[in-house]
């Protein structure tokens, strides 16, 4: 008799089961539509590099606003994206989170939240388009036509922060730029090479970046560490979206002209010597 009780037990909780997945299939199936901009938590987590466990604890700690309610689904924009890099850079920077509500509770006071809002997002927006990819090792080893002896040679892109290490996989913030990598050792140069040019045109893009912000920026100093006045606040958020296309297209052609010049150089005194040497002969 137990023995059949177990069974109908059994058998009672297996359709249990499948109901259960059978439900959140149904729910998932009659799930809103998400918009551009909008995203689920899982989404969220995904662009930003967090993990949900993460974004529900920002939530509950008050750093993060609470997505909007449709139906059972929790439904994230891009103000959530902009805090939580936000969030993000502070604590790569040493702050705790309570140091980071406090310091969010000081902006909002006395000004208004769609201004805040809109310089925090003109800070964070990544100006890139391109969605971070994960590798790994022996992806990147074929890629650059590396050995699994040359394994160490991947810490040195770690290092330079074309990559980064989460898990067993390797992060690179722009896919492109590693591609842009493998195409330069495919022709021929050495991995260690490339690195070293790619160490040295982030140096000197750098510096040309520092020196723009620089300049655009000084009258902004003479509040200190406080944040604009109100009436600032707006026309800061617009300096940065329109310094933003401005840098990219200086820096693009800048050095697309400086690529132009190097190659007809050495291809022009490659040519010259080649017709000098003709003349010669002749």
Known sequence: MKVVERNATRGYDSRMAVNSIQNRRKRGASAPELADGEYTVDQLAHVTGSTVRNIRAY???????????RGRLGVYKEQHVSRLHLINNLLDRGFSIGNIKELLDAWLTGRELGDILGLEHAITHAFTSEKPRAYTVTE??????????????????????????????LIAESPSLIEAGAGLVEVG???????????LLRGNVQRAADSLVDVAFPRFDTFGDDLPPKEDIQQLSELIWKLRPIAHTAIRAEAEMALNRAIQKRLGDRLLGTLQNLQTEE
């Open 140 to 169: 990147l080893l074929k890629m650059f036509g590396l050995g699994a002896i040359n394994k160490e040679l991947i810490d040195e892109a770690v290092e330079l922060k074309l990559l980064k290490r989460k898990g067993m996989k």
């Open 189 to 199: 140069m050495p991995f260690d090479e490339m690195l070293q040019l790619l160490r």
């Open 59 to 69: 939530q509950d700690k008050e750093v993060l606003p609470p997505p909007e309610k």
